[in-house]
């Protein structure tokens, strides 16, 4: 299996790039004073922000590959994987990196927040793109937040003061994202949002276990649509069928759910297959190998 690094708390990647501790549930690392660094392929179990002038060659982000620009924005959050294989090669990076512990945000206004930023999404695969003025706006944030953690101690004063850091940083990042998203034909994109999100919310709810794999019939309906005319409409709008869409879905998490170490039968049940043989002919039929033929090519 390829060598991953389980980012399952803020300070394992900091460690990991040599950057000093600041706070258990927060780390803020100036790449600019840690370079250079090793590339490296994360499950994150964090919420994170990578604001750099120009990223790694060759980043996935879950199992697709992310079309990154110079001076731009990539954003993970726990679950997914990403990042790049450590091939040796010493890499120069200038910028930010800022991950956070979902502790931090819980039972805060900001956590139920979190589902309306989508950059966030495996969906969405580019990096967000930033002007001069929003680098350097992001760039003094920044270095005004590690300050905050540098001269103060942990107590709930500071993490309210981080909070409201935080809240303006990610405002800020969805304007940033909206501003990118309305330059997408809108049609499309509305109906791929819609639908993309509903399968987020059915995977993120655990309906799967309840009801079992998604359907075209089920997300038509909470569309407010008949089968017939969303499958047509998503047809028109994107040249695929629904339930493509949905099968394409499904097995990326499966890709992913793999990757971390999940065997055919976990990943089938977390899936909502009634059955490990069902999942392994979809993802055949998707990727055109076997999920153990899959499995075997990352060793």
């Not at 920044?142 to 990610?170: C, G």
């Not at 919310?201 to 276990?209: D, L, S, V």
């Not at 879905?249 to 049940?269: A, F, P």
Request: aromatic share 12%; with cysteine; glycine share 6%.
């Amino acid at each position: 299996m390829k060598k991953i690094l389980n980012v399952d708390t803020p300070n394992v990647f900091a460690r990991h790039v040599g950057a000093p501790e600041l706070h258990p549930l927060l780390s803020i690392i100036h790449y600019d004073e840690v370079s250079p660094v090793h590339n490296s392929l994360n499950n994150y179990g964090v919420y994170g922000l990578f604001i750099q002038r120009e990223f790694p060659s060759n980043l996935s982000y879950g199992t697709r590959p992310l079309q990154v620009s110079d001076a731009s924005i990539i954003a993970v959050a726990p679950g997914q994987l990403g990042g790049g294989e450590d091939e040796g090669e010493e890499l120069m990076i200038s910028g930010w990196a800022i991950l956070w512990s979902p502790e931090l945000i819980h039972n805060t206004d900001l956590e139920p927040r979190m589902r309306d930023y989508h950059f966030f999404s495996y969906f969405y695969t580019e990096s967000l793109r930033t002007e001069q003025s929003e680098w350097l706006f992001i760039d003094q944030l920044l270095s005004q937040m590690r300050q905050e953690v540098q001269s103060n101690d942990d107590t709930h004063v500071l993490r309210n003061v981080l909070l409201a850091y935080l809240r303006l940083l990610l405002e800020y990042c969805y304007r940033i994202y909206l501003r990118q998203f309305s330059e997408e034909n809108k049609d499309t994109a509305d109906i791929l949002k819609r639908f993309h999100a509903l399968l987020e919310k059915y995977y993120f709810e655990g309906r799967q276990h309840r009801l079992g794999l998604p359907t075209v019939a089920y997300c038509a309906s909470e569309m407010a649509y008949s089968p017939h005319y969303f499958g047509d409409l998503f047809r028109k709008n994107t040249g695929t069928t629904a339930i493509n869409y949905i099968h394409t879905y499904v097995v990326n998490i499966g890709k992913s759910l793999l990757m971390q170490g999940h065997n055919i039968n976990e990943t089938s049940r977390l899936l909502g297959f009634d059955y490990p043989h069902h999942f392994t002919r979809l993802f055949k039929n998707t990727v055109g190998i076997t999920p153990s033929q899959f499995i075997g090519k990352q060793a």
